[in-house]
């Protein structure tokens, strides 16, 4: 591990607050993000909450006024790229990510950028698997962390963007990068890293926030010997994949840090690697002071499609099965919508959210009965969901008004073949491949899922199976976009359409909302911009 240092370095004795640009930045320390649900008008960790729901109390904007919705300010991003970021929004600064790596500091009232960090990037780095991304940053006390495709984390000045320390979390050569935001604990920052298309061995780190010295590290793949070992064929354990890249979830209460975990390497061909190959397409649940597992769930064993589970895990509590329960519920890759027992791991529901055709159910247990003959093959096999599988990296969203979980379904399938490959350190290692279907009427459609049992209760159908976020709102609504470049609001109990705009590039990025000055405004990236709409 190795760590850079420059600019200025800030003692622990820090006053409570500080003027950037004449705007009054309070510290973020661990508390306010414990009851980031105490204060709505910003918005502290990546998924809006430690439970990742990705829903604001704030009810400003709403089902009776969102037609009035306008542009606020638009910021124009330095250069070309997909942006995939969900922003942070501490007091009146915003913190974004641009691509590949850039930190900014906004002004919330203007868009004026008050700062922006660029890390060094080679030109060789190597990025197998996804585009050149990050999805946003993290921010405790007075420093925000983010990650990048170059396989580092770097703490940065909250108010002046100086370079506290930067971290080599793993060598960009050998295939890993980092594109996900980091979760910030109590004294921990908490990263994943991507890349098993190259046959890393995923883990899980945490870093001391203050010297960037490395806490602990869980992976992914256990070694020979270790439990689990005895599910990977020969030494295959060694380029097993795992990959952790989409940011966890946290229960304060539990003391436990929730991951999802990737697919195993090769993706498509799993003949060196029989059994289930633990710990991949997972999700793991730590002891966020050590990093010890105290339990795991693997929603797809043996996973030959690259059908990774580190979709967003939320964390809602219900009554389910004539009591109370702290339940995790997850949209998989894999067509499959999931909800556990958080505190135990135990397997409460499941059934499909989307089309698939490679499982004829789920047992008792949760684990899928795979239909026979949808591996894939030489010749090709169709299978769906397809290779990006039923949901990705966006955002689901439960809301704890309307008692639904909210998902943008991905209906497409694709034709699996399998491949040799030989393993070579930081190149492609895949064993195979998919292609689209030729006349598949490829769609998507935003649907709302009873949250304890998975069942649809409505769906607002996508021209096309989209790259979409989801937010919902105590105004009774959620936003939604599509890759035609509509950024729109639907009525959270009935699906109905209450207000679209187009904003002339594919909506990838998270979007969040924020009160500023009594009022509330809802942020989302696309094309090369990102756009805020208030009242």
């Known amino acids: 591990m190795r760590i850079r240092r420059s600019g200025p370095v800030v003692s622990a004795m820090l006053i409570s607050t500080f003027i950037l640009h004449g705007h009054l930045l309070a510290q973020v320390p661990y508390q306010r993000i414990l009851r980031a649900d105490r204060e709505p008008g910003n918005w502290l960790t990546y998924g809006g909450s430690y439970r990742s729901q990705r829903y604001s109390q704030l009810s400003q904007i709403n089902r009776d006024n969102v037609s009035q919705l306008k542009a606020a300010w638009v910021y124009q991003i330095r250069q070309a790229g997909i942006i995939e970021t969900s922003p942070i929004v501490a007091d009146s600064v915003m913190y974004m990510t641009e691509p590949p790596s850039t930190v900014t500091a906004l002004d919330v009232r203007t868009g004026r950028p008050l700062w922006t960090y660029t890390p060094e990037i080679p030109k060789d780095v190597i990025v197998i698997g996804s585009p050149p991304v990050n999805r946003g940053v993290a921010i405790l006390d007075d420093t925000v962390f983010a990650g990048n495709v170059n396989g580092h984390l770097t703490a940065l000045d909250a108010k002046s963007g100086a370079v506290r320390w930067d971290v080599t979390v793993e060598d960009n050569k050998k295939g890993y990068y980092l594109t996900l935001a980091p979760l910030a604990l109590d004294g921990k920052i908490i990263v994943g890293v991507s890349g098993a298309e190259t046959g890393i061995r995923g883990f899980v780190d945490a870093y001391d926030?203050?010297?960037?010295?490395?806490?602990?590290r869980t992976f992914t793949v256990p070694a020979h010997g270790e439990a689990g070992s005895e599910t990977w064929g020969q030494d295959s354990w060694k380029t097993g994949g795992g990959s952790t890249w989409l940011t966890g979830s946290f229960d304060p209460d539990l003391n436990l840090l929730y991951w999802g975990t990737?697919?195993?390497a090769p993706d498509w061909n799993g003949d060196e690697r029989q059994g289930d190959n633990l710990y991949t397409c997972s999700v793991l649940a730590l002891n966020p002071d050590n990093g010890k597992m105290k339990?795991?769930?693997?929603?797809t064993p043996h996973d030959v499609h690259d059908w990774d589970a580190n979709e967003t895990l939320v964390l809602f509590d219900a009554q389910?099965?004539?009591?109370?329960?702290?339940?995790?519920a997850q949209t998989n890759r894999n067509g499959f919508y999931y909800v556990l027992d958080r505190e135990t791991g135990e397997f409460l529901t499941g059934r499909p959210y989307a089309k698939q055709t490679w499982a004829d159910g789920l047992d008792a247990k949760g684990r899928p009965i795979v239909r026979k003959g949808t591996d894939p093959s030489v010749e090709g096999n169709l299978v769906f969901p397809n290779i990006q599988g039923a949901s990705n990296w966006p955002s689901a969203s439960y809301s704890p008004q309307t008692k639904l979980f909210?998902?943008?379904?991905r209906e497409m399938g694709t034709v699996y073949f399998k491949g040799e490959v030989p393993y070579k350190a930081g190149t492609a290692f895949t064993g195979g491949g998919g292609l689209a279907v030729n006349g598949d009427p490829a769609w998507g459609a935003v649907r709302a899922l009873e949250?304890?049992?998975?069942?649809?209760?409505w769906e607002f159908k996508l021209l096309s199976p989209g790259w979409t976020s989801l937010l919902s709102t105590a105004g009774g609504l959620v936003f939604a976009g599509t890759e035609e470049g509509n950024f729109f609001a639907l009525d959270a109990e009935n699906g109905k359409p209450l207000w679209d705009i187009q904003l002339g590039g594919a909506v990838r990025g998270i979007p969040i909302s924020f009160a500023i000055d009594g009022k509330q405004y809802v942020a989302i990236s696309a094309g090369y911009a990102l756009f805020v709409f208030g009242l």
Do not use: D, H, V
């Not at 339990?295 to 929603?299: G, L």
């Open 209 to 216: 926030p203050k010297t960037g010295s490395r806490l602990w």
């Open 262 to 264: 990737g697919n195993p």
């Open 295 to 299: 339990w795991y769930f693997q929603f």
């Open 320 to 328: 389910l099965g004539g009591r109370e329960r702290k339940l995790l």
């Open 406 to 409: 909210y998902q943008a379904a």
């Open 451 to 457: 949250a304890t049992t998975g069942k649809i209760k």
